[in-house]
């Protein structure tokens, strides 16, 4: 027993005379505004995975607009209806696409949500590529730590009156990139007013941002680089389509990104050019 | 990872040969199990068994877990092999395949000191602060990959301390787990008359972060709004007291637990958008301490048995770190406070422990009148700490036996269950229920038996008053089931069981009545166990912390195998 005593003390005691150094919280940023956004800055694109019935999901979308305004363009975002949570409400516009179930197939399937995958990577610690809304925040930070390792130049021609939308996208490698890369063009439409179910019950109005309307390229992407690019080795990529009337192009824009294929699919870097530009 | 096959090559050479010379001279001894499950997808549109990979295409998804054990020279050393092709009890929508060592061990004792190293199952108490266990339908594997030590002082007291990492899947988790614990024990003298004993024990866990995962920590409360800004800490240390008191008949366990302050992610929690211009959102980080009181008393003496516990939580959200989600990276186990049912329509709701903040109570009585006849009563009752109601249920039970010939049990199961917070249901507020069962067992011969089961769940029935604080009351969630089984036994090899689960009265109007029949048999041969059964199974959406997720329906064939060796 005088062993035993002996021990608790001494254990409790080195318990309570250990104190930690807690980290610096470092000085609230004011938003990507005050970074100066050049084409060689790295840029994260958030791909999250939503639907009209996912209660949820409003608040996924809230924070992804908190982090928009706190890394500007650095950040692009996209969401994607697929899955259970998609199938649209009598009377609704369908926000699906073909190519968003494929992504979300391609991407883990079907989880929890609201689910976002950032620059399409599996983190540490994580089953696939899907990872919770509270990771978000810190998963993008790391990222935007990275160095970019290709431009990515967006041009758009659109005429009003025949809704017909040209894209050239241009862009080359900064340092030599090793391995086959794909190339993936969106066209996105936000502000979408709409139904959408909230925790308050069913909004008539809620304005869906972010969405992914069509891609220009296949689900997985076109074909970029079969063995990589050399540095400063170039490349360039045209596409056409006519928006459907239901679309307000001054609200779309064209997303477009650079990523790895086979068994990582890791983004190298994103774009995005509104067509008001 | 070539050390790790070198370890198991030369572990699996001397198991072997030692097993031929254990075998003559009965040295060591050898042992292990399997368990291998196979599922055939077999896609059905009307149920919603459609549009994952393995119902789209792969078809076959399957897990198998092989455990091999031996033991010599006072060595205890364990392997196991885990195998995942296309599964989805990881996720039930997507498909996971991996395998490889899912566990190993060696243990050692040396006089009163116990050693142990590799993948470890331990708890300190009731597993309040500490728990490592293993629960493979939902695929929980959180054994402790590190170091374990034991001194026994004597009999009655001992000590042990712990090291390691949590396991997840085929690596682990980066933040350290380590505690200790004493445990003793005390009786009367029984010469003297008198018959009590004391177990006590008191634990201690601390949990430290990584850098990487504090990194990641700190990036997220950088984006927060000033007014919702947390400190951040590396170290988390949970205590716990325990005891239990047995005197006579009666036996009183109690543990109380504290946590102390640490950033914890609160998917209800209000968080201010960086841009106040944007509205208010839910879930962020928060920093609290936490505390947890559980206590049970029992009662046994001939034929008569009671069981009270009570529990009451506040923030003791115990994880790896605080971006871990549903039941993963959990460090500890609170204990559940209402009755594990077996029958399906009175398994069909659940309450899912509330870490963040629940007040429970449960008592169970049972009284055997005679041989013959039983009977079985229980109560419990949860609530938030606001006293809004999660959970209520009152379940009685009786058996009656007669003779060796047949057996009835019958009863009836009132529930109340929260589907607004258990599965984030906005507006749904309280699921009432009361499903009626009974379940008859003949037997025709010593071998031949046959078991039938018959359920009935009424929806939507006031019962119980009306003390739900903020939520209504009128929820009938899918409508009314019934739910029909009927088991033909041919010992000791054969049993053969089909069963329907009927939505007989579908909440919705015009919804088409589903039909949700299994079909199976199984055969038993020593210490094999075979099954393959014929399910459907409906669906349903769970919204655990804030994150909601599907389970899909099942369609198709499941297959077992259970060995023992």
Known sequence: ?277 | MKYRHLFLCMFFFVAICQLNYAQENQGGRFSGDLVANGNFFIRDTAIGAANTPQYDHQLFGAETWLNLRYSNWGFDVGVRFDLFNNSNLLNPQGSYSAQGIGRWFIKKKINNLDIAVGYLYDQIGSGIIFRAFEQRPLLIDNALYGARLKYSFNEDWSIKAFTGKQKFNFSSYSPIIKGAAVDGYFASDEEAGTNWSLAPGLGIVNRTIDDETMRNIVSSITTYNIADSIGAHYNTYAFSAYNTLSVGKFSWYIEGAYKTQEQIFDPFAVRLAKDTTNSPSLGKMISVDGNVLYTTLSYASKGFGVTLEAKRTENFKLRVDPFVELNRGAINFLPPMARVNTYRLNARYNSATQELGELAFQADVSYAFSKKLLFNLNFSNITDLNNNLLYREIYAEGTYKYKRKWQLISGVQLQNYNQEVFEVKPKKGIVQTITPFAEFLYKFTRKKSLRMEAQYMFTGVEWGGTDFGEFKSDNRDLGDWVFLLAEFGIAPHWIFEVSDMYNIDPSTEGAKANHYPAVGIVYIHKSNRFSVRYVKQVEGVVCTGGICRLEPAFSGVKMSINSTF
């Open chain 1, 1 to 277: 027993m005088k062993k035993l005593s002996f021990l608790s003390i001494i254990v409790f005691a080195l318990c309570f005379s250990c104190k930690e150094i807690q980290p610096v919280i470092p000085p609230f940023g004011d938003g990507g505004g005050s970074v100066i956004v050049t084409p060689e800055s790295r840029k994260v694109l958030i791909e999250e995975f939503t639907g009209v019935s996912c209660v949820n999901c409003p608040q996924g979308a809230a924070q992804i607009e908190d982090l928009i305004s706190i890394h500007g363009e650095s950040l692009i975002a996209i969401s994607i209806h697929a899955g259970f949570f998609s199938s649209p409400y009598p009377g609704q516009q369908d926000f699906r696409t073909e190519e968003g179930s494929a992504i979300l197939n391609l991407l883990g399937g079907e989880s929890s949500y609201p689910a976002g995958v950032i620059n399409r990577k599996i983190f540490d610690g994580e089953i696939d590529h899907q990872v919770g809304q509270a990771s978000w925040a810190g998963h993008i930070a790391n990222e935007l730590t990275e160095d970019a390792k290709v431009t990515i130049d967006i041009s758009t021609n659109y005429n009003s009156e025949t809704r017909k939308l040209d894209i050239d996208v241009t862009g080359g490698a900064i340092e030599i990139i090793d391995g086959a890369l794909r190339i993936s063009v969106m066209v996105v439409e936000t502000n979408i007013k709409d139904k959408q179910l909230t925790p308050d019950g069913l909004i008539d109005d809620y304005s869906h941002k972010h969405v992914l309307r069509d891609m220009l390229t296949d689900a997985t992407g076109d074909e970029l680089a079969l063995e990589g690019l050399a540095v400063n080795e170039t490349y360039e990529k045209s596409y056409s389509m006519v928006l459907p009337e239901a679309w307000e192009s001054g609200n779309c824009s064209v997303v477009a990104f650079v990523h790895e294929t086979g068994t990582t699919t890791t983004v190298l870097q994103a774009e995005e050019h509104y067509l008001g530009e």
